[in-house]
């Protein structure tokens, strides 16, 4: 099967600046998550979406941080304005309800460097 | 509070070795426990599953242990290679249905032949 796909592959933007991540999962899996790779960290869940609804994001900078997940299938990842604590790898994964007992499935990340 | 920690940023042995990986927890009560590989520049890759209520779990040359009365899980590698070199990261959940999984912060494994 297709893995989970992740678009761009490293973005590099100054302070202040938008971007935007995008992450289309395994077909079928109605879970998905963002998850935020500071170099020499463990991944730190920023939101999870079931389906097109939002499960938990009480890790979301909100300020600057939104996500979307239309339709239940391709989600996307924004931040506005960009701060320079920003930089990590955004990990987007996707899993079925039963994620807990088979596993995520990751993609490759986005790299974002900000300056 | 909750908390994950994975013993020794770093771990090198040689080739043929067995490697033994910790993951400790605390304030936490998960019904799961899952260990993952990372390799550089790309997203972890699930390697096993072991619940509350199993002691052991082998799949090839991984082992996973798993102690709710220490609150500690070991990762073995029997037989390590060059390739097995990566980082490994274990993951919890909170016991609480849909929830997303914790990660630990790894500990980097490097086998040198």
């Known amino acids: 099967e297709a893995g989970v796909a992740q678009s761009p592959r490293y973005k590099i933007i100054e302070k202040r600046q938008s971007v935007a991540f995008w992450c289309n999962p395994i077909s079928g899996h109605a879970t998905l998550y963002w998850y935020q790779q500071i170099l020499g960290q463990g991944p730190k869940l920023l939101i999870q979406?079931?389906?097109?609804?939002?499960?938990?994001d009480s890790q979301l900078p909100k300020d600057r941080f939104s996500a979307e997940r239309l339709k239940g299938v391709d989600s996307t990842l924004k931040i506005q304005p960009a701060k320079l604590e920003d930089s990590a790898v955004y990990l987007c994964?996707?899993?079925?309800?039963?994620?807990?007992?088979?596993?995520?499935?990751f993609g490759s990340g986005t790299r974002l460097t900000v300056v | 509070s909750q908390k994950i920690e994975q013993n020794s940023e770093a771990l090198n042995i040689q080739e043929g070795k067995t490697a033994t990986l910790t993951c400790n927890y605390t304030n936490y009560s998960p019904a799961y426990l899952q260990w993952y590989r990372q390799d550089p520049g790309r997203g972890p890759v699930f390697l096993l599953l072991?619940?509350?209520?199993?002691k052991e779990k082998r799949k090839e040359r991984l082992k996973v242990t798993f102690d709710t009365t220490l609150k500690q899980s070991l990762f073995h590698i029997t037989a390590s290679q060059p390739a097995d070199s990566a980082t490994y990261l274990c993951?919890?959940?909170?016991?609480?249905?849909?929830?997303?999984?914790?990660f630990g912060k790894g500990t980097t494994l490097s086998v040198s032949s």
């Open positions: 072991i619940r509350e209520n199993e």
């Open positions: 993951a919890l959940d909170l016991n609480q249905a849909g929830t997303a999984l914790i």
């Open positions: 994964a996707s899993s079925t309800n039963r994620g807990v007992y088979y596993g995520y499935t």
């Open positions: 979406f079931q389906n097109n609804g939002v499960v938990d």
